[in-house]
């Protein structure tokens, strides 16, 4: 979509307002929203300012002018405000020169796609993410200097087979580990996904289903595959939509990778593929049909797997779902249909739908640095050949423990990650598509969730030791 088209739709939906919508360093959509009236084809070119300094992990107090760039192509009506307003994803750049900023997400995105180009390897890289959510109708929670911890309730949730309610308790619910996928009325939330679903649908996205997850109260809907910055922006607006769906609901969404101890948590199974001159470049006639450009793709995920948890899982919570016994992808490597490795080639019916699908990644990540990286840990597999090794082509999960102590893991802590990065990052600063600046200030972040958690005494230590 050109400018003058984005123009036309502002005017066609006779919207009041512009919503001018970024992505800080941890993944949090921010906004700023202006006058309508105020927006032209000049004002795509030369931007809106704004306060960087306010944003954790940007600017300092004493430089903190900085430029958004709206995209129009990204332009989609607001479905949630009272007054009519248009939104438009944006970048961001330095004011006085007009590059991108080096610690912007999504320039991070656009510069991975220039260097995909620049490789020769391929033209283009298409993302299919696949990001699970908990639905509830109650949270609390308290971290003050007396009082630590969180209560979460549904009224569908496994645990309330026995509650008192005043019209009675009906009694269809799905067990733990039994969510996935009994029809209504067990499955108490069809109508809900579907709206959300529809609410996608109505502002221009792709989408194709919904369902209920593993988990009691856990839910996916299915994004269709798109190139890798228009998908990070997808993936924001599906984020959004299911929150506010949820809002007008009365039930509150969250996209934490482990809010409830003892079931399934959620993951953002991740799938992609590369086409260079129209051709899927992953199809081929190796092992299960693909390239071997394919194959060294996975080995670069493998590789760099440790490294890209602090991207693909960047929270504390991540390692509450990264543990064995709950379909966790922990094992690096990789097999053919087999959903126990952290890399699976999911079974595809033409060459055009021949992916990779990385299984760890938790929707809690950035998605622009998350997709980001996974592509240039991808790239750096086929410009080094990396030998993915055999495929295993068994339940992991069952391996006697000699067997299963020759597979290496993925991180176990963000803190784990954390030191990964520090040693494995020359494959991101490649094309300077991340930059050392960037990482060492998203570390650096990181590290002050690791500290308010470690510091923090949990719950379950006051369980184990109060009585010691």
């Not at 051709?279 to 080995?299: H, N, T, V």
């Amino acid at each position: 979509m050109s400018v003058s088209d984005a123009m036309k739709m502002i005017r066609d939906e006779e919207a009041a307002y512009v919503d001018m919508r970024f992505t800080d360093p941890c993944g949090k959509l921010q906004h700023v929203t202006v006058l309508a009236g105020q927006v032209d084809e000049d004002f795509f070119a030369e931007g809106f300012m704004f306060d960087g300094s306010s944003i954790a992990g940007w600017k300092s107090i004493d430089e903190s002018d900085m430029k958004l760039i709206p995209d129009p192509a990204s332009i989609y009506p607001d479905p949630f405000y009272a007054e009519k307003t248009a939104c438009l994803h944006c970048s961001v750049v330095e004011p006085d020169t007009g590059a991108s900023y080096a610690r912007c997400p999504r320039s991070t995105a656009q510069r991975a796609e220039a260097y995909l180009k620049s490789s020769g390897i391929g033209d283009q890289v298409f993302i299919g993410p696949e990001a699970e959510f908990f639905l509830f109708d109650d949270v609390r929670f308290a971290n003050t200097i007396n009082k630590v911890g969180y209560e979460v309730d549904a009224a569908d949730a496994s645990w309330n087979t026995d509650t008192a309610y005043d019209t009675g308790n009906l009694g269809h619910r799905a067990g733990v580990k039994g969510g996935y996928f009994p029809v209504n009325p067990t499955d108490a939330s069809q109508d809900l996904r579907s709206e959300m679903l529809s609410t996608m649908k109505s502002i221009g996205m792709k989408v194709d289903k919904h369902h209920h997850e593993v988990a009691s109260c856990q839910h996916e809907l299915g994004l269709v595959f798109d190139t890798l910055t228009r998908q990070a922006d997808e993936l924001q607006k599906y984020k959004y939509v299911v929150h506010n769906v949820a809002q007008a609901y009365g039930k509150s969404a969250t996209f934490m990778p482990k809010p409830i101890a003892g079931d399934n948590g959620t993951g953002m199974h991740v799938n992609q593929s590369i086409r260079k001159g129209g051709r899927p470049l992953f199809a081929g006639e190796k092992y299960a049909d693909l390239s071997q450009e394919a194959l060294w793709y996975i080995g670069g995920l493998l590789r760099h797997a440790r490294a890209l948890n602090a991207f693909t899982n960047p929270s504390t919570n991540s390692y509450k779902r990264l543990i064995p016994g709950f379909e966790a992808p922990v094992l690096r490597a990789y097999s053919a249909r087999n959903r126990s490795g952290c890399v699976r080639i999911p079974w595809a019916e033409s060459p055009g739908a021949k992916r990779v699908e990385a299984r760890f990644p938790d929707p809690s990540a950035n998605p622009y640095l998350c997709f980001s990286a996974l592509l240039m840990a991808g790239l750096d597999g086929i410009r080094n050949r990396i030998d993915p090794g055999e495929a295993q082509d068994k339940d992991l999960y069952d391996l006697p423990p000699e067997e299963l102590a020759g597979i290496p893991t993925v991180c176990a802590s963000l803190r784990e990650a954390l030191e990964a990065l520090e040693t494995d990052m020359d494959f991101l600063l490649e094309g300077n598509v991340f930059t050392r600046d960037q990482i060492e200030s998203y570390k650096a972040l990181k590290r002050e969730e690791v500290h308010a958690c470690e510091h923090t005494p949990h719950p379950v230590e006051f369980q184990m030791y109060y009585s010691c």
